[in-house]
DNA sequence: GTATATGATTTGAT
DNA sequence: ATCAAATCATATAC
């Protein structure tokens, strides 16, 4: 029993008179061919005893019998029963959340998915320069193209997996479907068989997506995130959050809608206006003596546009406090 | 090269 | 959610 699932011995050169000879003049008790069951199974058990011509001619003499295709199936239904299922996997094995999680990110990142044409990728540049709306758009076209870099790796080693996948799959279907002629192979077998293929080959991929995720978070930490790629604000844009700042000091804390308005003159975002003037107040309380000359610098200059007629920023009615900021920080009120 | 300026982020409080 | 404060990481001045 235990010899039926090895494979056959391997072919050798044999002469039909070898196989006439062995075949009914072998020592052994049986002369009959495989032509009843009994027979058949002691002979088959036997042939581990035997020399390797010997077995070469019963196994000659079993591959003509008519017999063959009944019994390989009954040896196909026994091993169906017994090593295949013991080994049997979770037949439906849940979608694997890792592999959701980073195919959902690559088709986020537009990795995986429909190829984005230009007009999609137009929008979302649209969409970015909406909401931060100031000169990122070298970088970003920059890291598109790097993007897109990945994006075009990232395929073609899929194909390739794919392809790889496939030749293989076949030349395994070819191989065992050859082979079950030689020894009982169930369609069902093969078709296991390709299970597993296909499973060790998508692990592949999922390492490949692992990997391309990977690439894509440093590609977005090193091209997005804004903190490593500071720019400093335009002359203008720090002019004019200047002089709101000293022109409402005694509480510089611009509404939403003042927000809105100084990130729309500047060119850039609302909480951009938030991070400065966060930034703004903290620092002007860390050295009042220092910051007084710039509170000067713009009150004059504002004093100037206000007497000229020029203000486009209002004075708040308590900007009497200007020369005398003092830190009231702690008495602002809230909203 | 270092020192300072500056925009962004994190943390913790309210 | 918004703020102060500390901190990070880069830009710029020196």
Redesign the pocket.
Known sequence: MMALGAPPPPPLSLSSSDVKYNLYDTGVNENKPFNDVNGMLQQIMSIVDQSLDEAQARKHAFNQSRLKPAFFQVLCEIKEKTAINIRNLPEDEPPDSQLMRLDNMLIAEGIAGPERTGGSSSAASANAAASINDDSALEHGDYRAKLSQIRQLYHSELEKYEQACNDFTSHVINLLREQSRARPISPREIDRMVMIIRKKFSSIQLQLKQSTCEAVMILRSRFL?????????SKTA?EVLNEYFYSHLSNP?PS?EAKEELARKCS?SV??V??????K???Y?KNIGKAQEEANLYASKLANQAAQGIGGIRRDSDSSQQDKPARK?RS?VK?
């Open positions: 995130d804004a903190r490593r790629k500071r720019r400093n604000f720090t804390y939403e850039i909480s951009q938030s991070n400065w003037f966060g930034n107040r903290i620092r309380k920080s602002r909203k």
